[in-house]
Structure formats: structure tokens, C-alpha cells
């Protein structure tokens, strides 16, 4: 009852596989494209937010100075979040496209001039009827 299971050697760091240049590439790009984009969708929409919300709420009446400020900002930051999250999954999204159209066509041309010192004549002729149906120009 007290036997251990056998020794079994653990991976190191650099044995992991690693994913291929352009992959990690193409992530990044989408990643920063979506920070811009959140930024580009949620800054104007923060100072929209808060100038409408100070406007509507000329009537109210607040605790405070304090308490009005929080309660304008506290408008702009949903503003910045709601429509920042809009901006920023699609331009992420035409970033990664855009990059992954432009790494299958690198790829399909350097296939055109390699066919016969990376890949058999057949895995050509797949790769061409696949480009084919997603109406990629060669």
C-alpha cells in the first residue's frame, strides 16, 4: 500500500513545443489590434458618455462636488467599456484575418516556386483546390 508510481521525468521549459513564428506573430498583432481598437472605440465614447450624462443631470442633486464627478465618470467608464468591447473584438478579428489571408498567400507562392523540394506533387495539387474554394487568388 505505500508503493509509489514510478519516476516519470517531467518536461522542461524548453522541451515544449512551440508554436511556428507566423502564429505567434499573427496572435500578437490581433492582441494589439484589439487594444487599439478599445481604445479608439472607448475614449470618444468615455468623453461622449460623461459630457451627456453632466448634461441630462443638471436638475439632480448630489451628496457633493465629489459625488457628482464619480457618478459622470462612473457613466463614461460603462460607455468606454461597452463600446471600447465593440471596437476592439473587430479589429482584432480583420487584424487576424487580414494577416492570416496574407500568410496563406506568402505560403501558396512559395509553393508555386518549392513544389518539388518540400512537398509532393499531389499535396500541391491539394493545397491549389483548397485555395481554390476559399476564392484565395494565386
Same mark, same amino acid.
Do not use: M
Given at each position: 500500500?505505500?508503493?509509489?508510481?514510478?519516476?516519470?521525468?517531467?518536461?522542461?521549459?524548453?522541451?515544449?513545443?512551440?508554436?511556428?513564428?507566423?502564429?505567434?506573430?499573427?496572435?500578437?498583432?490581433?492582441?494589439?489590434?484589439?487594444?487599439?481598437?478599445?481604445?479608439?472605440?472607448?475614449?470618444? !465614447?468615455?468623453?461622449?458618455?460623461?459630457?451627456? #450624462?453632466?448634461?441630462? %443631470?443638471? =436638475? $439632480?442633486?448630489?451628496?457633493?462636488? /465629489?459625488?457628482?464627478?464619480?457618478?459622470?465618470?462612473?457613466?463614461?467608464?460603462?460607455?468606454?467599456?461597452?463600446?471600447?468591447?465593440?471596437?476592439?473584438?473587430?479589429?482584432?478579428?480583420?487584424?487576424?484575418?487580414?494577416?492570416?489571408?496574407?500568410?496563406?498567400?506568402?505560403? !501558396?507562392?512559395?509553393?508555386?516556386?518549392?513544389? #518539388?523540394?518540400?512537398? %509532393?506533387? =499531389? $499535396?500541391?495539387?491539394?493545397?491549389? /483546390?483548397?485555395?481554390?474554394?476559399?476564392?484565395?487568388?494565386?
Amino acid at each position: 500500500t505505500g508503493r509509489r508510481p514510478p519516476h516519470r521525468k517531467t518536461a522542461a521549459f524548453g522541451d515544449q513545443q512551440q508554436y511556428p513564428e507566423e502564429v505567434v506573430n499573427i496572435i500578437k498583432s490581433a492582441f494589439t489590434g484589439g487594444v487599439v481598437g478599445w481604445v479608439y472605440g472607448g475614449v470618444p !465614447a468615455f468623453h461622449q458618455a460623461r459630457r451627456a #450624462f453632466i448634461e441630462r %443631470s443638471q =436638475g $439632480e442633486l448630489f451628496q457633493n462636488q /465629489a459625488d457628482a464627478v464619480q457618478s459622470a465618470h462612473r457613466a463614461g467608464l460603462r460607455s468606454f467599456i461597452r463600446y471600447g468591447w465593440r471596437w476592439s473584438w473587430r479589429v482584432a478579428a480583420f487584424v487576424a484575418i487580414f494577416n492570416t489571408y496574407w500568410l496563406i498567400s506568402a505560403c !501558396a507562392l512559395s509553393l508555386q516556386f518549392d513544389v #518539388f523540394s518540400h512537398f %509532393s506533387l =499531389g $499535396e500541391y495539387y491539394s493545397v491549389l /483546390a483548397v485555395l481554390e474554394q476559399l476564392s484565395i487568388p494565386r
